[in-house]
């Protein structure tokens, strides 16, 4: 029986928490996980499962399940008979795939992990054939006893890991990191279920990777009927009679899945094996991870380098690497493996982190926002001292601005590409979290990209020169937030200080400034005119919507302003024959006051 005592399960202490990864390591994982017991409750219930199993299940029942509701944990463990799974493997297409293309309509359960640019990933059909006939049907049930309160481990043997794997992946959709432990899948014996793209998909983020664990003893022949356009993902725990070790490299696991195989897949008995996991799982509480082999260890050179030393002892652990001095076979398999292990330290290193640079983010956005307040002060606002100054940068004020605003742009622009590529639920929660820091970027940055862009000479900065970060970082806002058609009380009397809402306001009043220049200039035709005169009845009720509910600073209204430039050309144009809701407040120079303190009134519509 699974000990029911909660000594032994120290989950609520170690289980992730808070959205941060508990395990740097697959090490740190594998060692968790037999310190702490949990291994060895895995096993049980995978053992107990096994009891309650006939060896000749139909294939539509072929795999069993059951739920372990423990005091400080849940287990819900998957079982197959190992020589029925290597029989359905073989029987059910092998190795085909099943791609997420054709799956999008047929299965959607795994659309999520598609990110928007396409990338396409295949799951093995016979490992999805079980999953969407045996386990698909009672997902509800087994989603309600799931106690968030409580750790979840999920487990499963052969083709029943396969699917304990599969489970696991549909639950990440739903899962909250930031609220609730994780999930934490471990598979004996299981064969791999997809391809690179899978493997890529998961991999790619620590908090899904560290999900799984794969125990493989070196007899198993059913973790090695799918290696050829396979990729493995997770930790995989590599057994043998001297020991274990863990590895986290796809290829190199690859590679050592058939170099440590000791068996043959002709005479090995899967099921004779599946009780080997019963031995292992028993003494390895009575074994130091990657370090059972204590004589070969001591009898590596001292000069040897730590890393090269770790890996020398890792692989000895699986029954490689036996002699001393080392054979040219054995150089070559820890020469890959030690390049790879350097390869995937520097890959961790450079892996995107939003939460790098924030300091100096935080520091950028206080500069700009003196840079902002000196610009009000000289009566001429951010916007217009900015363009102005960008013909020549010559003081170290012009120098920094640069620089910040820069490193500004390269921290959003990644962090758009980042959440575009990510997976439909962990880029919907990475624009959630960041959307207000990002918000503020584009409505303080996005103007001084445009006053670059007039500045050349450019005209139509919307449709021919916006980048791609503030077109998404828009369209994020306005599918979270709720439009509303009065302005409340705190946008009033925060307008003075607050970012003009539409980032793109400044181009719109360069459009308008080109549109006075062509209505004024003799040599614009009829209809050219026509033009001009629509499209400045389409900025003058424009900006009267933003004026009305409080959306635009009222830094539009300092003398040297470009907008006041506007309404300076364009009130010599219309004179008095035009009037209009907001020309009539533009006239009134107390309204300019009125509107920065709050207490301007507007009429309910534009006329």
Same mark, same amino acid.
């Given at each position: ?7 032994? #399960? ?18 740190? =994982? ?45 287990? #819900? ?25 054709? +799956?999008?309509?047929?299965? %959607?359960?795994?659309? !999520? ?12 059909? %016979?490992? +999805? ?5 045996? #386990? ?29 794997? +599969? ?65 493995? !993902?997770?930790?995989? =725990? ?38 080997? /996991? ?5 003494? =390895? ?20 380098? %730590? ?60 500069? =700009?926002?003196? /840079? ?10 951010? /916007? ?98 709720? %439009? ?51 499209? +400045? ?32 050309? /364009? ?37």
């Amino acid at each position: 029986m699974i000990k029911q005592e909660s000594e032994h #399960i120290g989950l609520n202490e170690f289980i992730v928490q808070g959205g941060k990864s508990c395990f740097s390591s697959g090490l740190e =994982l594998a060692k968790f996980v037999v310190n702490l017991d949990i291994l060895q409750h895995a096993w049980t219930a995978i053992t107990e499962l096994c009891k309650e199993t006939s060896q000749n299940e139909e294939p539509s029942s072929l795999v069993k399940f059951k739920v372990f509701e423990l005091p400080n944990c849940t287990i #819900i463990a998957f079982f197959t008979w190992p020589a029925n799974s290597k029989a359905y493997v073989q029987g059910n297409g092998g190795g085909d795939f099943v791609s997420s293309s054709t +799956l999008k309509e047929s299965f %959607p359960v795994f659309n !999520f992990l598609c990110p928007k640019d396409n990338q396409e990933f295949s799951i093995n059909k %016979p490992a +999805l054939q079980l999953f969407s006939s045996n #386990i698909f049907g009672v997902l509800p049930f087994l989603k309600s006893k799931i106690d968030n309160s409580k750790p979840l481990i999920i487990t499963g043997n052969s083709l029943g890991g396969s699917v304990a794997t +599969l489970f696991t992946i549909s639950l990440l959709e739903k899962f909250k990191f930031s609220t609730t432990k994780r999930p934490l899948c471990i598979t004996f014996g299981s064969p791999l279920i997809g391809n690179e793209g899978l493997q890529e998909t998961i991999s790619k983020y620590a908090a899904w990777n560290s999900c799984f664990l794969h125990v493989v003893s070196d007899q198993d022949p059913v973790p090695r009927v799918l290696i050829n356009g396979y990729k493995p !993902f997770g930790t995989f =725990l590599l057994c043998s009679e001297l020991g274990c070790s863990c590895f986290e490299d796809p290829q190199t696991i690859l590679e050592l899945l058939v170099a440590a195989y000791i068996g043959s897949p002709e005479s090995q008995d899967p099921n004779k094996v599946f009780e080997s /996991y019963g031995t292992f799982v028993e003494h =390895l509480n009575r074994k130091v991870l990657c370090k059972d082999t204590i004589d070969h260890e001591s009898s590596i050179d001292w000069t040897t380098p %730590p890393l090269r030393a770790g890996i020398i002892t890792k692989l000895a652990a699986i029954g490689l690497v036996r002699s001393q001095p080392l054979q040219n076979v054995d150089i070559i398999i820890i020469e890959k493996t030690e390049k790879r292990e350097k390869d995937m330290a520097i890959l961790n290193k450079q892996a995107f982190d939003p939460t790098r640079g924030l300091n100096e983010i935080k520091v950028y956005m206080a500069y =700009l926002e003196q /840079y902002k307040k000196l610009s009000k002060d000289k009566g001429i606002g951010y /916007y217009d001292r900015y363009k102005l100054e960008n013909r020549i940068r010559t003081t170290k004020t012009d120098m920094d601005l640069l620089k910040f605003k820069k490193f500004l742009t390269y921290y959003w622009e990644d962090m758009v590409d980042q959440a575009e590529k990510r997976p439909q639920t962990v880029g919907h929660s990475l624009r959630t979290r960041w959307l207000f820091g990002g918000t503020n970027y584009r409505r303080m940055i996005e103007p001084l990209d445009i006053a670059e862009y007039y500045n050349k000479g450019l005209k139509d900065y919307i449709n021919k020169g916006r980048s791609k970060q503030y077109i998404q970082l828009e369209q994020w806002l306005k599918e979270t937030e709720k %439009p509303s058609s009065v302005p409340n009380e705190l946008k009033k009397q925060n307008v003075a200080s607050s970012l003009t809402e539409d980032s793109c306001f400044w181009a719109h009043v360069e459009e308008a400034l080109i549109s006075c220049k062509l209505l004024s200039s003799g040599e614009s035709s009829d209809k050219e005119k026509d033009s001009a005169k629509k499209k +400045l009845i389409e900025f003058e009720k424009y900006v009267f919507d933003l004026m009305k509910n409080y959306a635009v600073s009222s830094e539009i209204f300092l003398p040297g302003s470009s907008f006041m430039k506007w309404w300076g050309e /364009y009130k010599e144009i219309t004179r008095a024959s035009y009037s209009s809701s907001l020309t009539i407040l533009l006239k009134n120079d107390n309204n300019y006051k009125a509107y920065a303190n709050g207490s301007l009134e507007f009429p309910l519509n534009f006329v």
